[in-house]
Structure formats: structure tokens, C-alpha cells
């Protein structure tokens, strides 16, 4: 993938996941609270649960873009799950401290902390990209397993959600 290339797809990724996961925050209670949408888009206001609104559309997006063009460029997949994770870990972890330090949550926060998330994602991945780093094969059949395996928490732990912080509506 040429440089250029991967840029303006990175930036289409951002508004698209950005467009997805706003109109995605939605899509459990205008289902009537299918079970297949909330296997996917968030059941509740719990800070793990929004983060479907980043790793779903985001997920979905880079396998068509791999499907595209993105198998033309050794490491494509492992340069965007580590950029996902790295968006994944930002929102609970900004979330935390913001609300810590003010004391209660603000939904304009919020919304610009999972902007800024998504931003995140696309930029390390991108950066990953460019840097050319991860190239084996190992570590595309390592995205694949992890995206797979994040995949799987997230329907695992929408039935079965611990009872802590990160899986509590507030």
C-alpha cells in the first residue's frame, strides 16, 4: 500500500468508525433490545460497553479495507488491532481519571473521548503502517486470533459482566 493510500484510508476510517459508532449508540434500543444488536452495539451506559461503539465498526471496517488492498501490505492487519487496542485502553483509562479528578461524568466528554479514541486507533495503526514493522506471517495470524478473541469478551461478558466499575452503568 502506498503511503498516500493508506493515509486517505485511515482518514475515511476515522470518519467512518467515528459516523458508525455515533449512530451505533442507538441501535440496541431502536432494535427493541434485539439480543444480535446487543451482541454487538451497547445494552447499557457502562463504560465497557461503549467501547463496542469503537471495536465493532472499527473492526469491521479494517477487514474490508484489508479485503480490498490492505493484503498487499505485510503487517496491514497486526498495525490496525494494535492501533484498536490502543483506543480500546485510552477511553476507559482518560474516563477514569477525568471523572476522578471532576468528580462526575459530562456527556461532551464523553463523546469527544471516544472522537479522540478513534483518532488514536487510526493513527497508530497508520503509523505502524508506514513503519513497515509487522511483517510476518505470525503476526497476521496473531491480529486475526485477537480480534477474534476481542470479539469474544465482548459477547462474553455482555451476559456475564463482572461487577466492577468498568461494567457498571452509571
Known amino acids: 500500500m502506498q503511503n498516500e493510500k493508506v493515509f486517505w484510508s485511515s482518514l475515511t476510517?476515522?470518519?467512518?468508525?467515528?459516523?458508525?459508532?455515533?449512530?451505533?449508540?442507538?441501535?440496541?434500543?431502536?432494535?427493541?433490545?434485539?439480543t444480535a444488536v446487543g451482541l454487538f452495539m451497547p445494552v447499557n451506559e457502562s463504560v465497557w460497553e461503549h467501547?463496542?461503539?469503537?471495536?465493532?465498526?472499527?473492526?469491521?471496517?479494517?477487514?474490508?479495507e484489508w479485503a480490498v488492498y490492505g493484503r498487499k501490505t505485510a503487517g496491514f492487519l497486526f498495525s490496525r488491532v494494535t492501533g484498536v487496542i490502543a483506543g480500546l485502553v485510552l477511553i476507559p483509562t482518560a474516563y477514569f481519571?477525568?471523572?476522578?479528578?471532576?468528580?462526575r461524568r459530562f456527556a461532551v466528554i464523553d463523546m469527544m473521548?471516544?472522537?479522540?479514541?478513534?483518532?488514536?486507533?487510526?493513527?497508530?495503526?497508520?503509523?505502524?503502517?508506514?513503519?513497515?514493522?509487522?511483517?510476518?506471517?505470525?503476526?497476521?495470524?496473531?491480529?486475526?486470533?485477537?480480534?477474534?478473541?476481542?470479539?469474544?469478551?465482548f459477547i462474553g461478558l455482555t451476559f456475564f459482566p463482572p461487577q466492577t466499575a468498568l461494567f457498571q452503568s452509571p
Open 13 to 34: 476510517g476515522f470518519f467512518t468508525v467515528s459516523l458508525l459508532g455515533v449512530v451505533g449508540h442507538f441501535l440496541y434500543g431502536l432494535s427493541g433490545n434485539s
Open 97 to 103: 481519571i477525568y471523572t476522578s479528578v471532576i468528580g
Open 51 to 64: 467501547l463496542k461503539l469503537l471495536f465493532f465498526p472499527f473492526m469491521v471496517y479494517t477487514f474490508i
Open 113 to 153: 473521548l471516544f472522537f479522540i479514541a478513534v483518532f488514536t486507533a487510526f493513527y497508530v495503526s497508520y503509523r505502524r503502517i508506514l513503519k513497515g514493522s509487522d511483517k510476518t506471517l505470525w503476526r497476521t495470524v496473531s491480529a486475526v486470533i485477537l480480534f477474534a478473541g476481542i470479539t469474544a469478551l
